[in-house]
């Protein structure tokens, strides 16, 4: 099983600020194919998770560009330039290198 | 737009079974890439891949529940299906069905269902 480590698990933010969601896997997510298999999903309040990044840096349909992924092998990071009141809820990073997908624990984001 | 909807009994007795639907709109489950998924929440906690299915019948499973966990799919009804049997109280838990892309460049849930709250207590 590959454990997924996120940190913080509690991000106060103030609105414009900037935030950042560091992740790690005990493994490399570096697959044979080139590609890494990490993604990051945000579960707003009251809702399903919603992809937001996958492959570790492309934003999936609809995601601004002031969301962003980066990182390679075990290190991963999540950040948004500029926080917006709709960036409340709980962010959660993903492995999709092996068909036993394992989440992060989730990083609650909220506004200060 | 493929859209996601999942049924079933809310609450169930303990030693019984878990039974869910998800009935898939908007694109056909024999697309060919694309796995079919369950993954649960426990209340206030993260989230737990249970397992998918191919609708050619291909199988992955979470370990921890494989023993008890069966999941088919209906291609005449869009519809793939979740058993989950000898549930207890730490089965209590929000149901999610979701797309899986397993193509090589892709490896995401990029589609879920609003999520169904299932309670086991007699």
């Known amino acids: 099983e590959i454990v997924m480590t996120q940190s913080p698990l509690s991000l106060p933010v103030t609105p414009g600020e900037p935030a950042s969601i560091s992740c790690r896997s005990s493994q490399s997510l570096l697959h044979s194919d080139g590609y890494t298999y990490l993604g990051w999903y945000v579960q707003r309040p009251g809702q399903s998770p919603q992809l937001l990044i996958y492959l570790a840096s492309q934003r999936a349909s609809g995601v601004p560009d002031r969301i962003s992924g980066s990182g390679s092998g075990t290190d991963f990071t999540l950040k948004i330039s500029r926080v917006e009141a709709e960036d409340v809820g709980v962010y959660y990073c993903m492995h999709a290198l092996e068909t036993f997908h394992t989440f992060g624990q989730g990083t609650k984001l909220e506004i200060k | 737009q493929v859209q996601l909807q999942e049924s079933g009994p809310g609450l169930v007795k303990p030693s019984q079974t878990l039974s869910l639907t998800c009935t898939v709109s908007?694109?056909?489950?024999?697309?060919?890439?694309?796995?079919w998924t369950w993954i649960r929440q426990h209340p206030g906690k993260g989230l737990e891949w249970i397992g998918y299915?191919?609708?050619?019948?291909?199988?992955y499973y979470n370990p921890s529940l494989k023993s008890r966990l069966t999941m088919s799919a209906d291609m005449s009804k869009n519809q793939f299906s979740l058993k989950l049997t000898s549930v207890t109280a730490a089965d209590t838990a929000v149901y999610y069905c979701?797309?899986?892309?397993?193509?090589?460049?892709?490896?995401?849930?990029?589609?879920w269902g609003q999520g169904t709250l299932v309670t086991v207590s007699s």
């Open positions: 299915i191919h609708y050619r019948g291909s199988t």
């Open positions: 908007g694109g056909s489950i024999s697309s060919g890439g694309d796995y």
């Open positions: 979701a797309r899986y892309g397993s193509k090589s460049g892709e490896g995401y849930f990029d589609h």
